[in-house]
């Protein structure tokens, strides 16, 4: 059985940092391509970063660039989210996500595999 397991969400005051893990289970994950999304309330699921299976190349939405960063450790089947400068706007619920590919993907629809979420609160 998959599973992706979140960690790491909690409230946060405007400026701050939270570091978001993403712990993957019951499969090898080391050649998926991994990503991250959020959705907020009355809002759709909205892409926020996404690497290659190797890590080797990243890419970000425009309104996180320069403030988060997506890494992963195969060796522990774990994707992380670093976020600095945390603005109110970010609040969300986050989700990890992963794909059977070398490349990733944009929408949602490009993933098989979610976790279930974190929430994300950041308070102005």
């Known amino acids: 059985q998959v599973q992706l397991v979140e960690s790491g969400g909690g409230l946060v005051q405007a400026g701050g940092s939270l570091r978001l893990s993403c712990a993957a289970s019951?499969?090898?994950?080391?050649?998926?391509?991994r990503a991250w999304f959020r959705q907020a309330p009355g809002k759709e699921r909205e892409f926020v970063a996404a690497l290659t299976w190797s890590g080797d190349s990243t890419y970000y939405t425009d309104s996180v660039k320069g403030r988060f960063t997506i890494s992963r450790d195969n060796a522990k089947n774990t994707v992380y989210l670093q976020m600095n400068s945390l603005k109110p706007e970010d609040t969300a619920v986050y989700y990890c996500?992963?794909?059977?590919?070398?490349?990733?993907?944009?929408?949602?629809?490009?993933?098989?595999?979610w976790g279930q979420g974190t929430q994300v609160i950041v308070s102005s």
């Open positions: 019951g499969r090898t994950f080391s050649t998926y391509a």
């Open positions: 996500a992963g794909r059977p590919e070398r490349r990733y993907g944009y929408s949602p629809f490009d993933y098989d595999y």
